[in-house]
């Protein structure tokens, strides 16, 4: 009905009569208000889930010659490549599954202070990457069996397997490191205990405190 016009409330709480156009730009304020306020709900709710992606348990580790041992080199350089760090005595044990490298304590910078979490590190590139990137960045994940620790108290190590598999033998769980540590066989449960890393090439640090 051309020339009607529709009702507008006014600021002073009378009804006035208005067109579409004087609506418009009502509008447009009030989304101008409403966008900004979603948008910070939308930012705010991704920091929480990065957040959410780490555990809170302490972990410290420092390595500034990773071309000195091949087996911690190739899993951080090559997608789908995982390793091992342990310690063993006076020794950091970095281990895959072709072999291993041991390192002298005293031969690392602080290594008073480090802290291997539960069991040890699992650190690789996934070859598959995160949910919204575009690339694969390095990952670790803590060496003992979440599911273990979180029922029993035990901290059962995991044993790496072929394509990027951990496996428990305690409670049989095979988990995903290419696909953030989850339970890819086994009885549900909770994913791989995972810790913030750093790699620019040269050295590694995991830090978590």
Known sequence: MEGVPFRAYGTSGADSAGSITDFIPGMKRLC?????????????????????????????FVYQYVQSAPQL??????PG?????????????????AGETRINQTALASYSSFHLGLAGFIVGL???PEPG????????????CPNCYTQLM????LQLRESGKAFCSRCSRIYELNNGGIIGKGENGSSLFRYRITYDGRTVVINNQ
């Open 133 to 144: 990137a575009e690339t694969s960045k390095v990952v670790c994940y803590d060496l003992a």
């Open 126 to 128: 996934p070859n598959i």
């Open 154 to 157: 035990i901290s059962a190590s």
């Open 81 to 97: 490549e995982f390793s091992t760090i342990q310690l063993d005595r006076q020794q950091y044990v970095i281990r895959n599954l």
């Open 32 to 60: 101008s208000l409403i966008i900004p306020v979603l948008g910070s709900l939308f930012l705010s709710g991704c920091s929480e889930d990065a957040e959410n992606l780490y555990t809170n348990r302490p972990a410290y």
């Open 73 to 78: 080199y190739t899993s951080l350089n090559n």
